[in-house]
């Protein structure tokens, strides 16, 4: 007996992939975060990206208050290296600034497949694929992604710290 499939789940990962591929292609971000990302693969971006799109929102509930399109391919290697070098969010108790609920949304795409993830930016910075979480804190996944997008959304998500390019966000104590 075959494993029997949903074929409305089916439809709504077509239309999350499909509205994935037409942001990163148009370099036009979504209004808000998706509730499903969508991904694949074993790692956190798995990935070999030739363009990234960056979407900021800076508060919760989600408006786009910042975003960047990325094609450098030196810039994606380290970002993805730096991603997927992240270890697990720690467990048990861990005292993490506010959270305001800003966060970027990562769109990595080839042309045919994208990975999407969400960082957030505030509280206990981890960043997730819907699979995998990695721990943000301070490294440089942080410090790379906050330095592409505009100071004004740093000023935005902190309105004070370290917003210079390239500044890492402030990180749990």
Same mark, same amino acid.
């Given at each position: 007996m075959g494993c029997a499939t949903d074929p409305a789940a089916e439809a709504h990962d077509r239309a999350a992939l499909h509205a994935a591929l037409e942001a990163v292609r148009t370099a036009h971000c979504p209004a808000a975060p998706p509730d499903v990302m969508v991904n694949g693969g074993g790692s956190l971006e798995p990935l070999v990206a030739n363009r990234l799109l960056l979407c900021g929102y800076a508060h919760s509930p989600a408006a786009t208050t910042a975003q960047t399109l990325v094609t450098d391919k030196a810039v994606l290697n380290r970002l993805r290296t730096s991603l997927n070098k992240l270890g697990e969010p720690p467990i048990g108790r861990v005292n +993490?600034?506010?959270d305001t609920g800003a966060k970027v949304l990562e769109i990595f795409g080839d042309g045919r497949h994208v990975a999407e993830l969400v960082?957030? =930016?505030t509280g206990c910075q981890v960043v997730s694929n819907g699979n995998f979480d #990695?721990?943000?804190g301070n490294s440089d996944a942080g410090t790379t992604v906050m #330095? =592409? =997008?505009p100071t004004g959304? +740093?000023?935005a998500v902190w309105r004070t710290g370290p917003c210079d390019r390239g500044a890492s966000a402030p990180g749990p104590r």
């Amino acid at each position: 007996m075959g494993c029997a499939t949903d074929p409305a789940a089916e439809a709504h990962d077509r239309a999350a992939l499909h509205a994935a591929l037409e942001a990163v292609r148009t370099a036009h971000c979504p209004a808000a975060p998706p509730d499903v990302m969508v991904n694949g693969g074993g790692s956190l971006e798995p990935l070999v990206a030739n363009r990234l799109l960056l979407c900021g929102y800076a508060h919760s509930p989600a408006a786009t208050t910042a975003q960047t399109l990325v094609t450098d391919k030196a810039v994606l290697n380290r970002l993805r290296t730096s991603l997927n070098k992240l270890g697990e969010p720690p467990i048990g108790r861990v005292n +993490c600034p506010a959270d305001t609920g800003a966060k970027v949304l990562e769109i990595f795409g080839d042309g045919r497949h994208v990975a999407e993830l969400v960082e957030k =930016l505030t509280g206990c910075q981890v960043v997730s694929n819907g699979n995998f979480d #990695g721990w943000v804190g301070n490294s440089d996944a942080g410090t790379t992604v906050m #330095g =592409l =997008l505009p100071t004004g959304f +740093c000023r935005a998500v902190w309105r004070t710290g370290p917003c210079d390019r390239g500044a890492s966000a402030p990180g749990p104590r």
